[in-house]
């Protein structure tokens, strides 16, 4: 595209995204802080996100962008959009055939590999600011790994509800020493964060932070020795392709109905067409672990919450 640099920001801006991710790298869960750039739309959209892709974009790469699941959201598509011009990269919906994936509120149901890196867009960078929101006292207690004002809070929640009940944004703890925001992803994605083959990468463009949890690193949901982190679970199938071990949200039809389906829109597409198809369909390995256990998913505490949005606070994504 005329008139523009390629990826949309100049080289000075890439380099220093760069940099700050390179060190965010370096320091698992730990945030960085970069300068973050005005985009051409509004923070809270998605700008950090789109700053640390066209950082990281290549001619090479094929670049995927979801929001809740789903390729088709104008924001997703106009992410890719403005991607595929500036930068000239191929845009998919195939979460496998993707090497950069830019994502809102989930982690994809496939299998991410060692070749994927999965950029999330952050709206809230500290999980601290939920039990003080004073960043200057939070930023000390990360130096000195004191995390026992989120303790008692977590403690405080088990009294009310009888468990932890944290709906999205369950604070974890990355690498033994940080405490980690994932984002606003459902606690069934949570899992894929430890020990996974790809690398995250969580940007907040109006919070100007950045942070990392790099391949076979540790991710520790925070719970209590008899209070257990707990997935969603989901007593209906996908209307769609019939699946048991993706998460499922409830959407309206035209005619009103309202049906149970799969989140992520492409792998049920996939799951239409082959039931069977395994979520590491198209590594060579066998019996990945990815997320919640297939079908024997520990079973929750009588909580659920179908749509795995019960206590999630507002606020959109940067
Ligand atoms: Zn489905």
Not at 187 to 199: F, I, Q, S, T, Y
Not at 245 to 265: A, F, P, S
Request: aromatic share 6%; proline share 6%.
């Amino acid at each position: 595209m005329t008139g523009y640099n390629y990826a949309y920001l100049d080289e000075h801006t890439k380099r220093e995204v760069r940099r700050a991710t390179l060190s965010a790298i370096a320091i698992p869960g730990h945030q960085v802080p970069y300068a973050s750039r005005a985009m051409p739309l509004a923070r809270g959209w998605g700008t950090g996100g789109i700053q640390a892709s066209m950082s990281l974009l290549g001619p090479e790469d094929t670049f995927k962008v979801i929001d809740q699941g789903s390729d088709e959201s104008v924001n997703a598509a106009n992410i890719r959009r403005l991607a595929k011009t500036t930068a000239d990269v191929d845009g998919t919906t195939d979460t496998t055939k993707a090497s950069i994936i830019q994502t809102r509120h989930r982690i994809p149901e496939e299998v991410l590999d060692d070749d994927q890196i999965l950029v999330l867009q952050v709206p809230i960078t500290d999980p601290l600011r939920r039990v003080d929101p004073s960043d200057d006292a939070n930023r000390r207690r990360h130096a000195h790994k004191d995390y026992a004002k989120m303790w008692v809070a977590l403690y405080e929640n088990v009294v009310e509800w009888g468990e932890i009940n944290v709906g999205s944004r369950y604070p974890v703890m990355v690498a033994g020493r940080y405490l980690m925001d994932p984002s606003p992803i459902p606690r069934w994605d949570v899992p894929k964060l430890h020990d996974a083959d790809n690398l995250y990468v969580f940007a907040a463009g109006r919070e100007a932070r950045i942070y990392a949890v790099p391949p076979h690193t540790d991710v520790e949901p925070l719970a209590f020795a008899d209070k257990s982190f707990q997935v969603e679970r989901f007593d209906e199938p996908c209307a769609h392709c019939g699946s048991e071990d993706t998460y499922r949200t409830e959407i309206e039809t035209d005619d009103g109905d309202r049906l149970v389906v799969c989140n992520d829109t492409s792998f049920c597409e996939k799951r239409e067409a082959d039931p069977d198809l395994a979520k590491d369909h198209h590594l060579d390995c066998e019996g990945v672990t990815w997320g919640p256990a297939t079908g024997g998913v520990e079973a929750a505490s009588g909580h659920v919450d179908a749509d795995g949005v019960a206590g999630v606070e507002g606020g959109d994504d940067q």
